[in-house]
Structure formats: structure tokens, C-alpha cells
T-cell receptor, first 114, second 113 residues
Framework: AQSVTQLGSHVSVSEGALVLLRCNYSSSVPPYLFWYVQYPNQGLQLLLKYTSAATLVKGINGFEAEFKKSETSFHLTKPSAHMSDAAEYFCAVSDEGSQGNLIFGKGTKLSVKP | SQTIHQWPATLVQPVGSPLSLECTVEGTSNPNLYWYRQAAGRGLQLLFYSVGIGQISSEVPQNLSASRPQDRQFILSSKKLLLSDSGFYLC????????????FGEGSWLTVV
């Protein structure tokens, strides 16, 4: 069965610093992988999605993620954090046994200090 | 373009009272529909999903139920709310193929008092 592990429930960075949010997955088939962002009191919004076309995926707001099969990882990065990046981030993997369901990690809350 | 709406946005209900949260999707047909719950510090929990009218799959046992009376309508209900039902409820949809993006509604805050 697939699963997603996000290392670190809280990450704090200074404005302008590198953002690195970690995600590891397990899947017995080539996975589809997603990163979503949730701003306070809002629904989740898609940041980016890996579908095997390219291992480095660029998303919205300057975020990108690299699929590394050997490490079963899909870490999210951004070179320079902005205050507006403060939010909760969720990694997800497609559920191979269903029609479109996603399995989500527990989320990482990103704080950005001025 | 497709849109998803859920309501009400905020709800405060006494213990033992009924619940009805509604979700509708526009601009697509035969979507997969989902209800998720977020409780503080517990991430996203899938409650129900539906691949068609009248077809409901429950992921966790609880005192909630879901119904899909129309193709693009998904309703979350309870006959008697518990304190533990408090949380942020999210409706979502996707096209019924693995790997498709799931799109979320704005969410509904439920506080059971």
C-alpha cells in the first residue's frame, strides 16, 4: 500500500532563505506525486504535480520539486522564501488501487521570519 | 472551467444536533467526489468518496454519512453530532483516472459545542 511521510511538522526559515520541505513515499508502481498548499482557513491548492514526464517539476509561486526514484523522495524547494509562503504544505501520492484517490502526508507548516 | 463550492463556511452546532454540509461541482460530469476532514495536528483524513450517483465508499467508521443524490452534488450528514466531530471539512473532486489532480472546495469549519 502506498504511503507518504513528511519529515518535520513545522519548518521555520528566514525571509530570503532556502525553503526545503521533505517528502518520502512508498509505492509499488510508478507514482503520481503532488504538492498542495493550504493557506489559513482555506482549501488546498495544487502547487505542482509529477507525472513521469520530467523529474524536476516546476510549480506556482517559484516552487519546484525533484522526483528521485532511488531515494523515493519528492522534496519541495524554493530558493528564496517570502513572507507570503507561510502556509501548510501537503505531499500526496496517487492511490494505485483506486480511481483518482490521493494519499496525503500529515502536512508541514512553514513559518517565514522577517 | 470547473468550480467547486461547499457550504456553509462556518457552523456552530450543539452536541446531539444534526449536520448537513453540501458540496456542488460545476463544469464537469461524472466526477469522483470526496469528503475530507482536518482536525488539529492530524493532517487530512479521507472520510468518504463517491465514483457515481448513489455510490459511496466509507474510509473510516464514524457517526457521519454521505450521500450523492445527483451527479455533481455530495452531502455530508450526521444525525447526532459528537464533540469529536469538530474540525475543518473539505469537499473535493477529480476526474476518475489515477493521477488526476484533486481540486478542493473552500472548506467548512464545524465547531460542536
Amino acid at each position: 500500500a502506498q504511503s507518504v511521510t513528511q519529515l518535520g511538522s513545522h519548518v521555520s526559515v528566514s525571509e530570503g532563505a532556502l525553503v526545503l520541505l521533505r517528502c518520502n513515499y512508498s509505492s509499488s508502481v510508478p507514482p503520481y506525486l503532488f504538492w498542495y498548499v493550504q493557506y489559513p482557513n482555506q482549501g488546498l491548492q495544487l502547487l505542482l504535480k509529477y507525472t513521469s514526464a520530467a523529474t524536476l517539476v516546476k510549480g506556482i509561486n517559484g516552487f519546484e520539486a525533484e522526483f528521485k526514484k532511488s531515494e523515493t523522495s519528492f522534496h519541495l524547494t524554493k530558493p528564496s522564501a517570502h513572507m507570503s509562503d507561510a502556509a501548510e504544505y501537503f505531499c500526496a501520492v496517487s492511490d494505485e488501487g483506486s480511481q483518482g484517490n490521493l494519499i496525503f502526508g500529515k502536512g508541514t507548516k512553514l513559518s517565514v521570519k522577517p | 472551467s470547473q468550480t467547486i463550492h461547499q457550504w456553509p463556511a462556518t457552523l456552530v452546532q450543539p452536541v446531539g444536533s444534526p449536520l448537513s454540509l453540501e458540496c456542488t461541482v460545476e463544469g464537469t460530469s461524472n466526477p469522483n467526489l470526496y469528503w475530507y476532514r482536518q482536525a488539529a495536528g492530524r493532517g487530512l483524513q479521507l472520510l468518504f468518496y463517491s465514483v457515481g450517483i448513489g455510490q459511496i465508499s466509507s474510509e473510516v467508521p464514524q457517526n457521519l454519512s454521505a450521500s450523492r443524490p445527483q451527479d455533481r452534488q455530495f452531502i455530508l450528514s450526521s444525525k447526532k453530532l459528537l464533540l469529536s466531530d469538530s474540525g475543518f471539512y473539505l469537499c473535493a473532486w477529480t476526474r476518475s483516472h489515477s493521477g488526476n489532480t484533486i481540486y478542493f472546495g473552500e472548506g467548512s469549519w464545524l465547531t460542536v459545542v
